[in-house]
Every structure is written in C-alpha cells, then in structure tokens.
Nanobody, 124 residues
C-alpha cells in the first residue's frame, strides 16, 4: 500500500507558475505509475498527466500540453507537476494517484491510491 500527500497549491495570477509535489510513503514508490488529476467546482474529476514507473514515458491532456511538466524522483519518493502559463481554467483541486499498471494510465479506474488533494486557484 502507498499513502500520498500533495502540497504546493495556492493562489497565483494568470500567467504565473506553481510546482505541485506529491510525497509517497512506503518503499515501493518506483513500482507505481503515477498520475495527476484535477476537479474544478461543479465538474467531474479529469485526467491531467501521467508518468511511467521509471519516468521514461509521460502523457498529458491536450489542454496542458506545453505548459505542464510531470516528473518523479524515485530516490525521494516524490512526484512533481510543474505548471507554467497558468490560466483561470486551471483552477481546481489537484490530486495525485498511484497505479500498478506498467503503462501510462490515463483512466481514473486504473488508479488504486489517491491523495487528499491540493487547491490551485488562478485569479487576478
């Protein structure tokens, strides 16, 4: 089992940047593919980005391509999401999640463990 804790959210102006972190407990972090999801007020939770177990492969939803970069440091049991050129529509609670699949999963149903989320608000 793995426990996940997100941090790094906050209030930022449009065009600004934030870096989210997700700290994982346990000694098997490197065996999990990882994902970021987000849920805006009144909307369903949606996929943002995913990364393979060793970080060689990534996937992004179209709306964040070129602006967000996902990475991981398996030695530190930590996942990151660098978010640049933020827009008001990026406002949401952001969740990290862990999956046992060896691929780069984009479906929520492939993720077994979830963090509690961190709020990101993009507003002037």
């Amino acid at each position: 089992q793995v426990q996940l804790a997100e941090s790094g959210g906050g209030l930022v102006q449009p065009g600004g940047s934030l870096r989210l972190s997700c700290a994982a407990s346990g000694r098997t972090f490197s065996s999990y593919a990882m994902g970021w999801f987000r849920q805006a007020p009144g909307k369903e939770r949606e996929f943002v980005a995913a990364i393979s177990t060793l970080g060689a492969r990534t996937a992004y939803t179209d709306s964040v391509k070129g602006r967000f970069t996902m990475s991981r440091d398996n030695a530190k049991n930590t996942l990151y999401l660098q978010m640049n050129s933020l827009k008001p529509e990026d406002t949401a609670v952001y969740y990290c999640a862990a999956s046992r699949t060896l691929a780069v999963p984009t479906s929520q149903s492939e993720y077994y463990y979830w963090g509690q989320g961190t709020q990101v608000t993009v507003s002037s």
